[in-house]
């Protein structure tokens, strides 16, 4: 560490963190060593998770529950105890209530149809609303449209402060005795906006609405407690934490997955089935048709055990540092404009941004000549961009193999894209 980097606190042991990510060794463009910024997009995968995949494959590759054979009930052993470690991972009451699914998109997709489809009390219909907010990821606003679109439903929405923070003075108006879910992003993914969880499902609960939070951003950054969030479903992703690839996670309320009827049909999730009609498995299994993601799965849980040994906690402070540094870095370069929350309090290491008027795509390119990996476009969160006027941003994004050094060598290479460009 240098002495520019001497008042940092809450740092992790990145030099051996490090060693874990192969990909971090790469050397890109004219000998160039690789300055990963996009783990919001995705995370790399240490050597723990591909050692876990290639044991599977070569081990114990097999279908599950089905088989009474050695390796088939290897492979159901190892599906079903990655079920319990990510379980253990968000504190879930019941490892019942964990779905697999092959991303949050699908979870959130799953949820959406569900309400569609149940009976009362949860039926989403013509007389309904559901609320959602301006700054959700595409995955949580286009499921939404959909439903009220099929079912005549009204959606309604919280917009957005000019600091990037929900503007939640028309919550009684947003969310009303109509509104049947309410679901948000716990972290944005283009502002990095932490949202007040406790103050939405407050007004939620006094009206009798579900809770549906996307927590793709969250779980790998944050110590992920669906029992102190208090709300109805959780979705998240596993390969924004450190996980393959393929595999998602739906945590739900037990006693609303026993009601709400399932979405796909087909093998595995049938009790009994007759040409006639069928009934259906308990959750999870009910929720989880056809040959599961099995070995990503196992990744997943190889993930869970990566993370929980290093510990969530001691991740998120390192992510602050090194959030708190890199917002203060970027707000010494001229023209840099900071899309979101300008402090490290209440936000996440997703920084997006634009550099006067050379368009992201641009900032982008140069930046890669350098060996810096970021991301541009508008991060699937179009509305924000609307919102704030801009045509895109430039987003760098951090996880707990991220250091100072690297937040040194963006503001170098944003300086050298100003240089560029004139």
């Known amino acids: ?124 219909d013509h007389e309904t609303e559901i609320a959602i907010t301006e700054m959700e990821h595409h995955s949580n606003i286009v499921p939404w449209q959909l439903l009220s679109q099929r079912t005549g439903a009204k959606l309604k929405w919280f917009g957005l402060t000019d600091d990037g923070r929900l503007d939640l003075s028309n919550i009684e108006e947003v969310i009303t005795e109509k509104t049947k879910i309410v679901s948000f992003t716990l972290v944005s993914n283009l502002l990095g906006t932490v949202n007040p969880v406790e103050t939405i499902i407050r007004r939620a609960q006094e009206v009798g609405a579900l809770v549906c939070i996307d927590a793709s951003q969250a779980a790998p950054h944050m110590v992920l407690d669906v029992q102190a969030l208090q709300a109805d479903f959780v979705a998240f992703t596993g390969h924004k934490m450190c996980g393959p690839t393929g595999i998602g996670v ?78 203060r870095r970027l707000q010494e370069v001229p023209d840099l404009r900071i899309i979101g929350p300008t402090t490290a309090e209440d936000r996440g290491a997703a920084i997006s941004f634009t550099l006067g008027d050379i368009h992201p ?30 045509p895109a941003t430039t987003r760098a994004s951090f996880y707990l193999y991220s250091t100072p050094a690297e937040v040194d060598a963006l503001v170098e290479g944003l300086e050298h894209v100003r240089n560029f460009f004139g």
């Open 361 to 390: 795509h641009d900032v982008g390119q140069v930046l890669d000549e350098q060996g810096i990996a970021v991301r541009v476009g508008h991060h699937c969160a179009r509305p924000v961009c609307l919102r704030y006027g801009i």
């Open 1 to 124: 560490m240098t002495s520019a980097h001497q008042g940092l606190t809450g740092l992790l042991d990145t030099e051996a963190i490090r060693k874990d990510f192969p990909l971090l060794d790469r050397v890109v463009h004219d000998g160039k060593k690789i300055v990963y910024l996009d783990s919001a997009a995705t995370s790399q995968k240490p050597r723990q998770v591909l050692d876990a995949l290639n044991t599977y494959y070569e081990r114990h590759n097999a279908n599950v529950h089905r088989g009474v054979y050695t390796v088939a009930e290897e492979a159901t052993a190892l599906y079903e105890g990655a079920r319990d470690k990510v379980a253990a991972f968000i504190n879930a009451p019941s490892r019942d209530e964990v779905i697999f699914t092959k991303n949050a998109s699908e979870s959130l997709n799953l949820v959406a149809n569900m309400l569609g489809w149940a009976d009362e009390p949860y039926r989403v």
């Open 250 to 327: 739906l945590w739900g309320r037990q006693e609303l997955l026993e009601d709400l009827p399932p979405f796909l049909g087909g093998g595995e999730m049938i009790e009994t089935v007759s040409m006639h009609s069928s009934t259906y498995a308990p959750a999870p299994h009910k929720f989880e048709a056809g040959t599961p993601p099995i070995a990503q799965a196992v990744g997943l849980g190889a993930a869970v055990d990566y993370l929980s040994a290093i510990g969530m906690e001691n991740i998120a402070r390192h992510e602050h540092a090194i959030t708190e540094y890199a917002v």
